[in-house]
């Protein structure tokens, strides 16, 4: 069943005017778009074009879950009008976006129309520099995506899960066509993608093996996607996502969850994958993958009642917690621990350094959380 969107907007945000002139060396958090009714807002993904123009997306809801992109020009946030569903019993959210250039911006996430013969469906909108419209996948797909690297306007990647199996989606040539996975005999899903080159893409994600969540790691090499093997002592991880130098400097986060949650990173060099020691105690969500002595992971730390952002730097040599993070404007709500999740997602301008890195804290709702660096 064909869904028709239209672009809408809630009159009821607030756009908040603010300033990000902080120093390069503090984290610092943003001041967030805020919204006169009593919505929950979520932050899922993040994009930085430039300083002065960031796009983020995720979801708010007050009866219903719709589809949220805002933008930062530097100073204000500006709620930008997304294709939702128009029939009433459908909901629609955005898990991710990825920008070519300002005025070339993907975003994805999913549909759930339960009177449909399809219930949940890929969602797919691009923005030209003056609207988000809804963008055509591969027909007749089920299945939500998770995330979207691009290379160029006409080359890039989005995957997810449907069906409780990996689900692909490869632009190539101005059009979005289904990649098949490589053929696995257990559930799994894909959290993350990103792609290197045309001939070097890794998607990361989780797969059920006896009883427990275990790293699932896939490459492709120009032809076709594979499934790469990760050494048994380092696989029991559920990956969130994956960040690339080069084709032999990989790094991908996660978490560990058999008796107690705790942070995993897993580092590929010419060696093979290994290990890389993070803290304790976190879980780990982001990874941005600036050089090879400049990597940061984002996540959370401390108990769901009082959930705060986590963030380390790797120097080359090891992880440090960085303690310019400042605490959270809000803890979370020991009501609702389970929807607590202080960073989920995180950006960078490589030509500036200009680092974001977003999420959303549990108080009475959901509310929108976000950072910035540089």
């Given at each position: 069943?064909t869904?028709?969107?239209?672009a809408t ?18 984290w ?8 006169s009714?009593?919505a ?5 993904g ?13 979801a ?13 020009n ?13 029939d009433?019993t ?16 993907w ?5 759930e ?7 949940i469906?890929?969602l797919?909108v691009?923005y ?8 055509p996948?591969?027909a007749g797909?089920?299945?939500?995506l998770?995330?979207i ?9 989005a ?13 190539t040539?101005?059009q ?15 959290a ?8 070097d ?14 790293a699932?790691?896939l490459h492709w ?5 594979s499934?790469?093997?990760i ?22 986060v ?21 290990p ?15 050089s ?9 730390s ?13 120097d080359g040599?090891g992880f ?23 960073l ?15 999420g ?15």
């Open positions: 069943m869904r028709i969107l239209t907007a809630s009159a009821a945000v607030v756009l908040f005017a603010g300033s990000t002139s902080a120093g390069p060396s503090a610092v958090v943003a001041p967030p778009p805020t919204f009714e009593a929950e807002v979520v932050l899922t993040v994009t930085v074009v430039a300083p002065d123009d960031v796009w983020v997306v995720g708010w809801t007050t009866d219903m879950r719709r589809t949220l992109a805002v933008h930062w530097g100073s204000r946030w500006s709620l930008e009008p997304t294709p939702d569903p128009t009433e459908s909901v629609a959210g955005l898990n991710a976006v990825d920008a070519v250039g300002p005025d070339d911006i975003a994805v996430g999913d549909i129309s339960p009177n449909a013969a399809v219930k469906a890929p797919l691009h030209d520099g003056v609207a988000w419209t809804e963008q996948g591969p797909l089920t299945g939500d998770a995330d690297d691009l290379l160029t306007a006409a080359e890039g990647w995957v997810g899960t449907g069906n409780s199996r990996p689900l692909i989606l490869r632009r040539a101005g979005w066509q289904q990649s098949l996975a490589p053929p696995l005999a257990v559930p799994s899903s894909l993350s993608v990103f792609a290197v080159s045309p001939t893409a890794w998607a990361v994600g989780a797969q059920l093996q006896n009883g427990r969540s275990a699932l790691v090499d120009g032809v076709r996607w499934q790469v093997p050494p048994a002592d380092i696989a029991t991880v559920a990956l969130s996502d994956v960040a690339a130098n080069s084709a032999t400097d990989v790094w991908a996660g978490t560990n969850c058999i008796l107690l949650c705790t942070s995993r990173v897993l580092h590929l060099t010419e060696g093979g994958w290994r890389e020691i993070a803290s304790a105690g976190v879980t780990l969500t982001a990874v941005l993958a600036l090879p002595t400049d990597v940061w992971v984002f996540g959370q401390g108990p769901p009642s009082a959930v705060l952002d986590h963030i380390e730097h790797w040599t440090t917690v960085d303690r310019s993070v400042p605490p959270p404007p809000v803890t979370t709500s020991s009501d609702h621990p389970a929807s607590a999740l202080a989920a997602s995180a950006g960078v301008d490589k030509q500036t350094g200009t680092m974001w890195t977003v959303w804290i549990q108080g009475t709702v959901r509310t929108a959380h976000a950072l910035f660096r540089g």
